[in-house]
């Protein structure tokens, strides 16, 4: 079983910045993925930024040039968002996919953390 902790949501004026934390820990051989996913009220969940075990990111248009995913170690990402904007406002999932010690794929999600940008 893998479990994720996810820290550093809150609220910010538009201008700012956060930083987001995930830490997985638990049963896990491999790491293939760490991903970021937003999902804002009313609407879909969607791709935030995610980064391989190679170190490839990808990022959603809204957030290019804004937002920057990183991975600390093997098991933890970090997502930095600065120059927020209002329309940033959503509760942010992590997300991570791999392989367990026995061997089957995993993929999970932590609980979700809210980031509102608001004056």
């Known amino acids: 079983q893998v479990q994720l902790v996810e820290s550093g949501g809150g609220l910010v004026q538009p201008g700012g910045s956060l930083r987001l934390s995930c830490a997985a820990s638990?049963?896990?051989?491999?790491?293939?993925?760490m991903g970021w996913y937003r999902q804002a009220s009313g609407k879909e969940r969607e791709l935030v930024a995610r980064?391989?075990?190679?170190?490839?990111t990808t990022y959603a248009d809204s957030v290019k040039g804004r937002f920057t995913i990183s991975r600390d170690n093997a098991k933890n990402t970090d997502l930095q968002m600065n120059s927020l904007k209002p329309e940033d406002t959503a509760v942010y999932y992590c997300?991570?996919?791999?392989?367990?010690?026995?061997?089957?794929?995993?993929?999970?999600w932590g609980q979700g953390t809210q980031v509102i940008v608001s004056s």
């Open positions: 997300n991570v996919a791999g392989s367990s010690a026995n061997g089957f794929p995993f993929d999970s």
């Open positions: 638990g049963s896990i051989l491999s790491i293939n993925f």
């Open positions: 980064i391989s075990r190679s170190g490839r």
